[in-house]
Structure formats: C-alpha cells, structure tokens
C-alpha cells in the first residue's frame, strides 16, 4: 500500500522518490519543480476516473506525457474558471448586424478583429494587436453589443465582470475582490473579459472615498498585467461618462485603445433597422422613411423599438384571429411612444469627446 506524501517535499525526496517509482534519475532541483504537475496530474486522473489514482501510476503517466498531461490541467482548470465566472459562447453572426459604415467596426476590424485572426501575417510585420480596450459614448449605443460581437467574431468566451460580483462581500472588500477575480480570467485562454460602467471602478481620485481610491488604485496594477499576459485575452472596458475616469487610466501605456462610440448616419441605422425587420411578419414597410424618423435613435432605442412593434403586432393577431403584418404605418404608431436618448446637447459633448480622448 502506498504511502500519502505531503505536496511540499524537500527536492532530495522529490528526486528520490521519481528515482523510486520510474528509475529516472533527476537533478533534485529539476524533480522539484515537476513535482507539484505530478500532484496536480494525480488529482486531475482522480477526477476523471471516480477515484483515487496511486502516486506511482500518476508519476508514471505524467514523466511520459508529460507535455500533454499539463495541457489537460490547464484546460481542465479553465472550464471550472469559465463555469464560475458565467463565460458565455456567442455567435460569429453578432458582428454582422453592426454596420460596415460605422467607424468603430472599422476601427475594431483593423486593430484588433485581422491581427488576431491573421497571426502569421501580423506576426511577420511586427504587429502587437491590442489586450486593453475602452469604449466610451453615450448611453444606449452600442458599446456592450460591440464587446461580444468581437467575442463573437474571435470564437472566444465573453465573460461580464459585474459589479454585483465585486460587491459580494460588501465595499470594504471591492478591492481584493477585484484583484482576485481579474486574476482568474488573466489565468484564460482566448476570453474577452467586459466591465461595463467603468468609471465605477476606475473614477476620478480626486474627490473619491477611500474605498473608491482603493478601487481605482487595484486597477491601476491589473491593467499593465493583462498587457503582459501571454495568453489570448482581451480586456474591454466601457464608459458612458469618460470624462468621471481617473487621468491615470487615460494615459498612453495604460489602455492600448480607447474607441469612441456614438451617433449612427442613415447607413448604420438602415443596417440595424433591416436587421430587426427581417425577423417580423412584415407587409409594406418604406424603410427610407423610418430611417429619417429614427434621426437620434441608437441602437438600444431601436431595437426597443421594435420590440414594441412586434408585441403590438402579437396583440393584434391575438384580437382579430387574423394574419397580421407590419407595415410603415404600424411602426409609426409606436415611434412616437420611444423618446429618443440621443439630443443635441449630447451629440455635441460626445463629439467633444471625441476629440479630446480618442487613441487607436
């Protein structure tokens, strides 16, 4: 019967110990830093057999796939990762219903989206894409809907960090509770982490409490490991109120893009609008008249919209017990119930905005 060994051994008895089991002979320091992935191999075959694996046949196995018996804890690690932290798979078709026209799917295309799925060639010419990302703009236009469409187009996990996640053992605890689940997903592969309202987390320190000071203080050393992190992932931040961040965050070296989101021309609002109208029972609809009267609309303006359009025609059917069909009359009925978040005053700030903060 064998007998339990502590996980921390002197590295003479790790040495021995291989020596024991496999007649391999190792330098101690060697044996010692293999050692813990032997451990770490034994609890893994454990967990897939239903029980408990001998330290002699884990040592065995491990010394003789020892390159993949540690991909298999790395991957197996992850999926209990991504299960805690709620990570979602999207579909590739999200990056799709953003315009080509909209300057931010330009932007994001060519920084980010092409050097990531074109390794070689990015690679070739010296090209680092991006691992720290903020988007800022109005409310409502769009910037969560861009993070997990890149997860999308990248095939990667989308993983929200919410603040109730943070808040779980109240505020004096915001800090390391930060600290360690930023830790968890920088340990990933291939994630696109989001923070929504982010001036929460990294606002000015001007004025802040102790606690916010703290907060923005943790972020200030996560960022610069993320950049350094090896591994596929990509952190996204997104604001509405870019100007509450503290200054520190906005500085060259911190955030290796910050992407303005806004306003959408008749193009990118035609885009969106044909996108939600494809999935009603439509009849005749003049979309170039809707376009003209969705002038300050923004994306989550419109799809409300339409969800509105699309209960309305629901209850219809309902009533009648006849085939119902949306047409430009049925959407201008409900338009005038939707107050547009975008105004003048608005538009004018964010192009300010714009102006003043923008980096890609």
């Known amino acids: 019967m064998e007998t339990a060994l502590p996980e921390v051994i002197s590295p003479q008895l790790c040495a021995s110990k291989i020596f024991e089991i496999n007649g391999t002979r190792m330098e101690p320091e060697v044996a010692a830093d ?3 992935r032997i451990m770490q191999h034994k609890w893994l075959m454990s967990e897939k057999l239903g029980r408990d694996v001998g330290m002699r046949v884990a040592c065995i196995d491990f010394l003789e ?29 999200m990056w799709q219903t953003i315009s080509d026209t909209q300057p931010p799917k330009q932007i ?72 360690q689940i930023l830790e968890k997903a ?25 606690v916010d000071k703290s907060i923005t203080n943790e972020f200030l050393k996560q960022v610069p490991l993320f950049k350094n992190q090896g591994s596929n992932i990509l952190l996204i931040c ?44 439509i009849g005749e609809v003049d979309l170039k008249r809707i376009i003209k009267m969705t002038l300050k609309f923004t994306p989550a303006d419109i799809e409300y919209l339409f969800q509105q359009v699309a209960q309305f025609a629901f209850e219809q059917e309902l009533a009648t017990a006849h085939d ?31 102006i003043t903060y923008s980096r890609y």
């Open 186 to 210: 920088r340990s990933l592969q291939e994630a696109v982490i989001f923070i929504d309202e982010f001036e929460e987390i990294a606002g000015s320190r001007d004025e802040a409490s102790r």
């Open 65 to 93: 796939n020892m390159e993949q018996a540690r991909e298999e804890y790395l991957a197996y690690q992850q999926r209990d990762t991504l299960q805690e932290m709620g990570a979602q798979t999207l579909s590739q078709k």
């Open 324 to 354: 119902y069909r949306v047409t430009t009359d049925t959407i201008f009925e409900i338009l005038p119930t939707i107050r547009p978040s975008l105004t003048d005053e608005v538009t004018v700030e964010f192009e300010k905005d714009m």
């Open 108 to 179: 994001v295309q060519k920084r980010i989206i092409l050097p990531l799925t074109r390794l070689n060639l990015s690679q070739k010419h010296g090209v680092v894409p991006p691992k720290t990302i903020i988007f800022f703009g109005p409310p409502g236009t769009g910037k969560t809907h861009f993070a997990k469409a890149i997860a999308g187009a990248l095939s990667w996990w989308f993983i929200e960090i919410a603040p109730s996640m943070l808040m779980a053992d109240g505020t004096d605890k915001l800090g390391a509770n930060l600290r």
């Open 34 to 36: 293999l050692w813990p």
């Open 238 to 281: 997104a604001t509405n109120y870019i100007r509450q961040l503290d200054a520190a965050m906005l500085r060259p070296g911190r955030f290796d893009c910050i992407i303005p989101v806004g306003t959408l021309n008749e193009d990118e609002r035609a885009n969106i609008l044909g996108y939600y109208l494809s999935k009603l029972n």
